[in-house]
């Protein structure tokens, strides 16, 4: 078991790439829900090829086969890797062990949301969504791989037609599903218009700190003190297995976790660890 240490300090944190916000019901009240597009949300391990390698979201390498990147394009993608519904443990640890020569390598797809710089390199005359895709559409004609899947965007009707292709995707053990608008080009931050809706809420925070565990917990850690990205800190040990008490999360590492809202002092309500985040 590491050694403990019960201690609180503070790091910022960020991402350049984008990042969904929070689907909210009274979302389309302000916008054309028509010129926005749904898809399922994959519940994988986030890739972004470069056009020569794969990284992770923190900017870590991921080694795949050889095999699982031919004819990969020479420029950049964004998506996920994956297996099927209700296997994030499996891609997550292949992902962490980084084992080329695994052969679960040939049960995971790449599905691909989005051609980042599709607009600039390509000189789209319109920067849509769909246009970006349709620059990878083209190029796997000519340099077909069997393991880049191009994720179906449906251009949403109606709040009816939205809610009866989220249930569909849940009954059928789907994690949601992602909502953007077409129009937009890709951006490198969290964006208003690239939104996530699932049955609860999830959200990232950095690890700072331990609480000691009580009772049959003693020895162990009790909860994590993680840092909002408001700098407030929060307290999170449901969710956690025995396992995490006795060899919890580093201090400095980004987890997981979702909750059910949030209280009158803008915290997230009954938090519970979901994972760390590779």
């Not at 969904?20 to 994988?44: A, W």
């Not at 791989?145 to 994720?151: K, L, W």
Request: proline share 4%; glycine share 6%.
């Amino acid at each position: 078991m590491r050694k403990i240490v019960f201690l609180i300090f503070f790091i910022s944190y960020s991402n350049a790439i984008l990042l969904f916000d929070t689907y909210d019901e009274n979302f389309f009240d302000k916008e054309d829900i028509k010129t926005y597009v749904m898809s399922e949300k994959l519940d994988g391990v986030r890739g972004i090829w470069d056009g020569k390698t794969f990284k992770t979201r923190k900017n870590n390498p991921i080694f795949a086969p050889l095999f699982f990147t031919q004819n990969f394009p020479n420029f950049a993608l964004d998506g996920e890797l994956w297996i099927q519904r209700k296997s994030f443990d499996e891609i997550s640890a292949l992902i962490r062990t980084n084992e080329a020569n695994n052969t679960l390598w040939k049960q995971v797809t790449y599905n691909v949301f989005d051609v980042p710089n599709a607009c600039e390199e390509f000189k789209l005359k319109e920067c849509t969504l769909l246009n970006r895709l349709e620059i990878l559409q083209e190029y796997l004609k000519k340099y077909p791989n069997a393991y880049i899947r191009i994720i179906p965007q449906v251009f949403i009707k109606d709040k009816k037609h939205l809610n009866d292709y989220y249930k569909n995707v849940l009954k059928n053990d789907g994690e949601g599903l992602i909502i953007r608008k077409n129009s937009m080009p890709y951006e490198n931050k969290r964006s208003n218009f690239s939104l996530k809706l699932k049955p609860f809420f999830d959200d990232e925070c950095k690890v700072v700190g331990y609480i000691k565990g009580k009772g049959k917990y003693e020895n162990k850690i009790g909860a994590l003190l993680c840092e909002l990205s408001s700098t407030k800190v929060i307290k999170i040990g449901s969710g956690l297995k025995d396992s995490d008490r006795e060899n919890p999360p580093k201090i400095g590492s980004i987890i997981t976790y979702k909750f059910n809202g949030l209280t009158k002092n803008s915290l997230p309500r009954f938090p519970v660890f979901l994972r760390v985040r590779e």
